[in-house]
């Protein structure tokens, strides 16, 4: 099947649709976990542009409109600076060009930790804008109530437990989590907690392995592994990290591509032929009749 279609300029959707498929719900993919089996595991990736949305979407069962794009996109130092702007238009953005893979947006640190009813103006905004399907949101047992009260309010939420990178500047870097009885002791408590609560899902981030594991088989709902485990429910990834977009990544990403390499060679053979003047030649350049 091609993965590329265009996208309809009246109505700004995907359109036409490479085949008629319909999108994916929360509850499905809620329902591919069945007494703690998943027979398929989830994949998912994150999009921040309606073209890259293009290109993951057929592939793909969730598209998260990550606040990773602070670092991807803008160039920022962390998470931290994310603003619920940025998320609604990527958000839109992801949405627009895809058609198949449900799409999740993140809460922006600072957006929802306040009190529920924070959570559910910043929520209720970001679906609003974006015509995601639900948000995540970090942290654990704390969120918890929050959790419960969107979900109890038709929003649907993924949570985000280990290392939480809104959480930088208290847990001091971006290492794995989970060594100590206590921290592992944590992690499986806020899963349990979110669980509970309503999460649709779970995002396990950079956790022990036999953690991840013992959350997996301790929660209902499906874990989405990052650093984690093969055997959580899914798995996501950052694109650009996967397809080799920057030098350094954390060791638990796998490069399936050199993405990086291509656009500096195909810029390097523009440049020269600009200074060269070999560009434009004559297929790029107009002439009288
Ligand atoms: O922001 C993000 O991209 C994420 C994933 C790495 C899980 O939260």
């Known amino acids: 099947m091609s993965t590329t279609f265009n996208l309809d300029t009246s109505t ?30 989830i994949v998912m990736l994150t999009a921040y542009t309606a073209r890259q949305a293009q290109l ?45 893979a449900a799409v999740i947006v993140d809460m922006p640190f600072g957006s929802y930790e306040e009190s529920p009813a924070q ?10 804008a974006s015509g995601a399907a639900g948000v995540k949101l970090e ?8 959790v419960a009260f969107l979900t109890e309010r038709g929003i649907p939420v993924m949570g985000h437990v280990g290392l939480t990178p809104q959480a930088v500047n208290v847990l001091g870097g971006y290492a794995a989590r989970g060594r100590s009885d206590a921290e592992a002791d944590k992690i499986m408590a806020d899963a349990k907690a979110l669980d509970d609560a309503g999460a649709f899902a779970i995002v396990v981030e950079g956790v022990v392995e036999p953690i991840a ?3 997996t088989e301790a929660v209902s709902c499906p874990t989405i592994g990052i650093g984690a485990s093969a055997r ?57 009749k």
């Open 232 to 288: 959580c429910d899914g798995q996501v990834l950052v694109t650009d990290d996967m397809l080799g977009m920057f030098e350094r990544v954390p060791r638990f990403v796998k490069r399936y591509d050199n993405i990086a390499e291509s656009i500096a060679s195909a810029v390097k053979a523009y440049a020269a032929e600009v200074r060269d003047r070999t560009f434009p030649g004559p297929d790029q350049t107009y002439q009288p």
């Open 119 to 128: 959570a559910f103006a910043s929520a209720s905004t970001l679906l609003k």
């Open 213 to 215: 594991i013992a959350v």
């Open 139 to 146: 942290g654990g047992a704390a969120m918890a109530p929050t």
């Open 12 to 41: 700004s959707r995907a359109n036409p649709t490479p085949q008629p498929m319909k999108r994916l719900t929360v509850p499905g993919i809620r329902t591919r976990k069945q007494d703690g089996v998943t027979a398929e595991p």
């Open 56 to 100: 993951l979407d057929a592939h793909c069962d969730m598209l998260l409109v990550g606040d990773s794009l602070g670092q991807v996109i803008y160039g920022l130092p962390s998470t931290v600076p994310v603003t619920l702007d940025m998320m609604a238009l990527h958000g839109a953005a992801v949405v627009r060009g895809s058609y198949h």
